[in-house]
């Protein structure tokens, strides 16, 4: 059973930091491009951030984060995790990781983050 679940949200300052993870179980996690994706209130789910099956050979930001959020994973505890820094307001929303692109059957629960001016 193929499972994805999302942990670290919570409720910030603006400037600060938050470090989410994404613990999977269920599929060969360490063949896959994974993403995480966030759905602010009353917009659509978008890709913030992903990263190739491989950590380190290449990665996508979001221009909305780019330089204040980093994506990384590790095969070996089938994991993976973004450091978000610097956040601001408008990264206030729900946090999902999945595939990339996404499988609609892998949605977890997400994480929310909320970040205060």
């Known amino acids: 059973q193929v499972q994805l679940v999302e942990s670290g949200g919570g409720l910030v300052q603006a400037g600060g930091s938050l470090r989410l993870s994404c613990a999977t179980a269920g599929f060969a996690f360490s063949s896959y491009t994974m993403g995480w994706f966030r759905r602010a209130p009353g917009k659509e789910r978008d890709v913030v951030a992903a990263?190739?099956?491989?950590?380190?050979?290449?990665?996508y930001y979001a221009d909305s984060v780019k330089g204040r959020f980093t994506i990384s994973r590790d095969n070996a505890k089938n994991t993976m995790y973004l450091q978000m820094n610097n956040l601001k307001p408008e990264d206030t929303a729900v946090y999902y990781c999945?595939?990339?692109?996404?499988?609609?059957?892998?949605w977890g629960q997400g994480t929310p983050v909320t970040v205060s001016s």
């Open positions: 999945n595939r990339n692109p996404p499988v609609s059957s892998y």
């Open positions: 990263i190739s099956w491989r950590s380190g050979v290449s990665a």
